[in-house]
């Protein structure tokens, strides 16, 4: 770990001012604080954690949607886990599952045609969240489902897409930012220049890194050193996944099977075409369309700052539910049910000191 210390001191003496960089990835999330990495920097260096854990963005209504389709008799809701624990307004997935929903855990948008096929006399809703780096499966999904004409499979649809969120928080003003650790995960598919509106629009400098400690701090490092210099460029320090295209297949079946539409996010409010909607010939196997149902408002947990925290305005210790009545087990956010999630993450490595 010391040759990690001496970076992070080389990476400080670089710095003509304190800075404060964000990660917008989940898994960046999770890492920076399993690592420890925070705990390397004085205040000349603050990491933030920003919108990349899919679970945590997605707002109560959709939660609340998938856990009111499940109550229905003859319904299978087949869900990632990471879904089955956050809090909806009238509880989760979880206790949806307890009073006898029928709730199917499932490893890959494949698994809910099989139950599907296996279950001719229930409508059987695949909960499809997440961001660029899932919707390709979700979309080979759709095809296959159509290909095979299964009438008994649906997609409640809740992707969304990074570009119009980052533009939402950096056009915000309200989180002062000198430079953007890139979503790693999603730009495997988009590619790393999807995201040069970074630079280009707002002056900043981004680079998309690996996920272990020394690619996170090689990634910080070329963010210091672009800061020293006075630029402003979008870079890859992990050309092992990403390039600057993408998988093109990946994004085509994105293009293929879903459109742009707006959708709101935790947090960040209603974001103009920051969402993914099935194309008409795909409306069949739309969910909403096909089940829609009618939703009392929808709540969150008083004091939950989630929505805050998302967009690094807060910080879990800020939350007055942190750690006392909001822990992993007793999760009355979605930032502490996801293990992507910035509570969750918090509450498991604090800024304990690297070892
Ligand atoms: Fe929400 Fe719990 Fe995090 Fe507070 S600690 S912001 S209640 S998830």
């Known amino acids: 770990m010391s040759s990690l210390r001496d970076l992070a001191r080389k990476i400080e003496d670089l710095l003509p001012r304190p800075v404060r960089l964000m990660e917008v990835c989940g898994t960046h999330t999770v890492n920076i604080f399993r690592y420890g990495l925070r705990s390397l920097f004085t205040d000349k260096l603050t990491l933030i954690s920003g919108p990349g854990c899919p679970v945590c963005v997605t707002p109560q209504e959709e939660i609340d949607y998938l856990i009111a389709a499940a109550s229905k008799p003859d319904v299978i809701l087949a869900t990632f886990g990471d879904m089955i624990r ?14 006898g929903a029928n709730v199917k855990i ?7 045609l099989k139950i599907a096929k296996e279950n001719p006399d229930y409508k059987v809703v695949f909960a499809a969240v997440g961001f660029e780096t899932t919707a390709p499966a979700v979309a080979v999904a759709v095809l296959e489902a159509r290909k095979e004409k299964i009438p008994n499979i649906y997609f409640a649809v809740s992707h969304r897409t990074m570009p119009e969120a980052m533009r939402a928080l950096l056009g915000s003003g309200e989180v002062r ?6 979503p790693g995960h999603v730009s495997t598919i988009t590619g790393a220049r999807y995201f040069s509106f970074v630079s280009e629009e707002f002056s900043l400098p981004a680079v998309v890194a690996g ?7 090689h990634g910080i ?12 460029e979008v870079e890859i320090a992990y050309r092992e996944a990403v390039s600057w295209e993408g998988n093109p297949m990946g994004k085509q079946l994105i293009r293929k099977v879903f459109e742009p539409c707006d959708v709101r996010w935790r947090g960040l409010g209603l974001i103009p075409q920051s969402g993914l909607r099935l194309r008409d010939e795909f409306r069949d196997f739309d969910a909403k369309e096909v089940l829609p ?3 009392p408002q929808a709540k969150e947990t008083p004091g939950c700052l989630c929505g805050e925290i998302i967009c690094g305005r807060a910080t879990p210790p800020e939350c007055k539910l942190f750690a006392k009545v909001c822990t992993p087990e007793t999760p009355k956010g979605p930032c502490m049910v996801s293990s992507e999630g910035t509570c969750a993450a918090w509450y498991a490595y604090g800024t304990e000191q690297v070892s």
């Not at 490893?107 to 809910?112: G, T, V, W």
């Not at 996920?211 to 701090?217: G, K, L, N, R, Y």
Request: charged share 20%; aromatic share 6%; glycine share 8%.
């Open 221 to 232: 490092y070329l963010l210091a050193k672009q800061i020293a210099e006075g630029r402003a």
């Open 293 to 295: 149902l009618e939703l």
């Open 211 to 217: 996920f272990e400690a020394h690619q996170i701090m």
């Open 86 to 99: 956050v809090p909806g307004s009238q509880g989760s997935l979880k206790e949806a599952r307890a009073r």
């Open 106 to 112: 499932v490893y890959s948008p494949l698994d809910a």
């Open 177 to 182: 930012l000198d430079g953007l650790i890139l």
